[in-house]
Nanobody, 127 residues
C-alpha cells in the first residue's frame, strides 16, 4: 500500500519555525521527485517546493524562497520542509506528493500530475 504521511505541523507565532516531515512507503522512493503543496481556506492549492530524486535539484515558490528549505533522506524514505521566518500568510494545510520522474529535475507547476498524495498537516501562524 502506497502511503505518504506528513507530520510536524502545528501552531506557531509569526517569525517562528516548523519542520515538516513526509514519510513514504509502498513505492520505490528514489524513483520519485517529491513536492510540497499547501492550501489555505478559500484559496487554490499552491505549489511550495520540490526536490528531485537524488536531492540535487530543488525549487521554491517565490513566496517562500529564502525562508523554506526542502531536503530528503532516501535511506529513510523521508522528505523534510524546514520553514523559518513564518508569516500568517503561510497558514494552510500542507501536503506532500510524489511524482515518478526519470530526470534530475522537479516541478510543482500547475499541470504536473503528481501520482501519490499525503493526507496533509495543518500549519497555523499567528500574528
Amino acid at each position: 500500500e502506497v502511503q505518504l504521511v506528513e507530520s510536524g505541523g502545528g501552531l506557531v507565532q509569526a517569525g517562528g519555525s516548523l519542520r515538516l516531515s513526509c514519510k513514504a512507503s509502498g513505492f520505490t522512493f528514489d524513483d520519485y521527485a517529491i513536492g510540497w503543496f499547501r492550501q489555505a481556506p478559500g484559496k487554490e492549492r499552491e505549489g511550495v517546493s520540490c526536490i528531485s530524486r537524488s536531492g540535487g535539484t530543488t525549487n521554491y515558490a517565490n513566496s517562500v524562497k529564502g525562508r523554506f528549505t526542502i531536503s530528503r533522506d532516501n535511506a529513510k524514505n523521508t522528505v523534510y520542509l524546514q520553514m523559518n521566518s513564518l508569516k500568517p500568510e503561510d497558514t494552510a494545510v500542507y501536503y506532500c506528493a510524489a511524482v515518478l520522474w526519470g530526470g534530475l529535475a522537479c516541478s510543482v507547476a500547475a499541470g504536473i500530475e503528481y501520482d501519490y498524495w499525503g493526507q496533509g498537516t495543518q500549519v497555523t501562524v499567528s500574528s
